[in-house]
């Protein structure tokens, strides 16, 4: 059970004027909904945050572009200096002599050096030096960049499409969603605090509250989990209906955390459901299936059904 | 002693429904019990964790198999585009070529580029110019992928191969076990939790219990480590014989937490002692040696001896 | 609110006998104001230190000198071992030969090894393996460095220039001050904690004391955050003014710390403001721009922007 | 000050038994005072652990060897498939074609190819093919590992070389030591704990008690903490004199835990001073230094020095 039964949006870190009616404070990826304007005059591109989080074919395709463009550049500086600059087969025309410049870049960028083609002046040995010193220290960048890529925390965690409100127990409902880790990390000491957030027409402002949870955390979190918050007379929900939900902009904010046990480190997560992402009257369908091994199987394509359930 | 003297097992992330009788919770290895099928729906392999988990012999035979593969390829591409693409001896027969053109990729690919081959059409100087560029990425990435093996958590406990049940004081038996840091690193701060799940007749279901020990908490885990769980009146084992802890098929879940002071971090591990695991009757054999030079001498052969020992 | 409501410089870890009345304590830089002397007794230079938290362009610069180094001193080994050990298109005079040396070290440095010139005397042989071998472990080791650098945590705190005296609420004044993260890592479970130093006529000694604030911790750090200590009776600049403070030497001591959720790992940063740093009688500009996108906007230009307010 | 007024061998991880009168838990090093045997039956050796923690000369040393025995491997065998696998310089006899062989196998090992030696048979194709493909295996090992011994946490506290009993205030005297840290890092959040353990002749056994301190936390740790243990009623050493703590072994075993806010890690020291490392009747010696430029000036090198006092 949650300790704290109260909160308000500046606990959270959200100032109450920054946003409007229908702003939603958390994206479904699990991002802040803001944007900093002006940053660049602080700290520039934060470029190695982009180059660790962009996808892999854009990073691939970048450094491709990048040892394609250097390659050019060099190429040119041969070529200006005159063919006479690089042993080997002579080239027959101006677009030979700028191919066999390009090449003798590439082989010399890479330190692949075959020899058919060499450096023939001082200009041209000093160029190659510095080039094939450049290129070498491209690639420790590169390889740098790829381990800080491969290391560099995912998210693993998929959450059910929705958030449901079902038949809980003794005449009450509950608020419910589901998530399950879906990575083969193994997450432990996993914590999820959930609070809820309305327009109020009365006070002309945004409400938090921190809600209380049936249980807010479990030892070993290796199967689904489904938090329930039971609607009982403390929850700023209840009595009230779907489209009631609606009309005042509900948001339910989740904040996770737990220990990857495989990567030892913290992790954390948020999600949030707006009002539209709520189903009324359905209960989650069963994820576990039976099986001859006495291992524990789970379904994960079944995260986000549902079934039909009369609330109380 | 551990505060909480109850416990269930959604507390310990373990639905009360996902598994039978006799389905194991928590593997001797340390893992989950646990199979999430349909997560290629989801997330895919998870490449990354394959390749910095398995075992070293197979990493070195997947990238030496890779690297074979790849230059049959662009062996292939450098065949097809004709012997005269590459100078050198001329080959004197179509299998002579293939491995000219073969050797030609290794030389490009390691940037070894000895040059007695090399290119002499725009084609394979374009395609080598590629080739050496893909090959320093791709050492760029086994690099980063060693690293990432090399600094690798690994499992570094040392568990006796059975729990037993011992005379322990004032009339007591204890349900002890004993486990040792394999490694070197210095673990401090260890904390252990023991939960006792079992199958309930009445109840049909699995019921799980934390239980008390002598001490859940060490300032150094500098030798051996033996925890005694005393079975009085409040232990869910308390006046149970051998054969009915089998019959209940009694599981000892261990959660070690420790703070490894040589790699900078937290150290988590899982164990779990099934009935058939534990020894009824028996105590712990001293580990301690005696020896001149004022050291603790810890022999780690002796981690599961036992000699028999009447229970009260 | 903070839980101690007083503290001593000892508690904060500064002697009170090491500093003079006008000693600041901690640099707008965030850095401790502390100079150690004789260390190079215990540790040495720290070069690992220097070498990952250098500017990039001091760190470029370093290795090119260290790659330009290496190679002159190769290159006079090779020169004066004589020009026949280097096979190769015969130099002209002494300075041709040197070049040619030099040429010959640096191809063999990066692993280029293009073959126009190639060792042609055992000891050449021998120096030229040795070379290549160090080449590689030089740039392993950028390649090391590089990543270090990279994934080195900087500080990502922007705090307005000035700390504010700004009217409060119910007739109390507050000492606020504003800041702001200015990367787009994702900062969570923020917290802050403000100690107030000042010169003490009568006590002729610094004194601390941790000072309540409206808020000590929020859960998202997502736009600006601004803190506020309100002046009230406990306040140990309750009843003073500006030429009072200045005169007492007034130093505002702040304490952050977070979560980076992007990087995962936790974030501390300390800042101070002396009384020069402390404006009187105005207010914080507000930070946030309307939109149209739905989204918050915080416009980062506006951090220290204040105006005029009467104070109580 | 200590919360917990007293606790025991096992609470601190070493068992009662495991040592005789004389033993030391802690080495003046840090390292637990422990030897385990028969740990190769169970990991082997932790190569990972040697290759990181190893002197950096004898890690150079370690790699030129392997570097020097892998190209003598590799040669023998170009060298024992015969001379004219090798295109090149004819060799004039066995030993020029040994030679030969071996700097072919550095030229291939480190990827360099000058090709005034080529491979001229299928089968020195194929192991040159192979060699380079190791070569660079290796030295994205060698690169993996170079990270891993610059990012290794080092041990960067200086301790005061005696513990000292000083008078203290109010007739009360002191158990005092004084450390440092020796590096550039800024450690905060600084906690020290101390247990005094001693021979009991009456018990026949090692006694343990953690002992109070006038301050065991501070936030800043950026100049010397000299930690004070006041003799009062409560000390086991409360009474005893030099003799009787030699007699009775007085071992001072210190436990330092602190967050290092460079690294952004917490960092763990241990230390102990027995009773010949406890000087009695004597004062540290002021660090702190005068100086014109408003900064706190250390002086490292007065870390053990004291002066004659008068116990009360």
């Known amino acids: 059970m949650a300790k704290k039964e109260q909160t308000n949006s500046s606990e959270l870190g959200f100032g109450q004027k920054n946003y409007n009616r229908r702003t939603r404070l958390i994206t479904q990826g699990g991002e802040f ?5 002006g940053m660049s005059r602080f700290q520039g591109l934060d470029v190695y945050h982009e180059l660790i989080s962009m996808k892999w074919h854009k990073f691939i395709a970048l450094i491709t572009v990048l040892f394609f463009a250097a390659n050019l550049i060099f190429a040119f500086i041969y070529f200006a200096s005159g063919a006479e600059g690089i042993a080997g087969p002579s080239p027959d025309n101006k677009i030979e002599d700028f191919l066999r410049s ?8 890479t330190t692949v050096g075959f020899g058919q083609l060499s450096p023939d002046s001082n200009f041209v040995s000093a160029v190659a030096a510095f080039e094939s010193f450049l290129g070498l220290l491209g690639f420790a960048l590169a390889t740098g960049l790829m381990f800080a890529r491969f290391s560099r ?5 998929e959450f059910s499409q929705n958030a449901i409100i ?3 127990r003794n005449n009450l409902n509950g608020l419910m969603f589901r998530f399950i880790s879906s990575s083969r990390n193994q997450l432990i000491e996993a914590e999820v605090d959930v609070a809820i957030s309305y327009w109020s027409e009365e006070e002309d402002k945004r409400i938090f509250k921190a809600v209380n949870l049936e249980r807010n955390k479990i030892n070993f979190f290796s199967t689904s989990w489904t938090v329930v918050h039971p609607i009982d007379e403390k929850s700023p929900i209840h009595g009230l209906d779907e489209a009631e939900c609606n009309k005042r902009n509900v948001e339910v ?7 990857d046990d495989t990567y030892v480190r913290p992790v954390y997560d948020r999600m949030s459901y707006v009002s539209e992402e709520i189903k009324w009257g359905v209960k989650f369908a069963p994820m576990y299936e039976a099986s001859d091994d006495e291992k524990i199987h789970i ?3 079944k995260l986000s059904s549902t079934y039909e359930a009369m609330l109380y």
Chains 1, 2, 3, 4 share one sequence.
């Open 153 to 157: 925390p995912r998210r693993n965690l």
């Open 166 to 168: 079902a038949p809980y």
């Open 253 to 259: 904010i989740i904040s996770f955390k737990a220990f």
């Open 299 to 301: 379904n994960m394509e």
């Open 102 to 109: 390009f090449y003798f870049s590439t082989q010399t960028m």
């Open 33 to 37: 909904n803001v944007v900093k304007e």
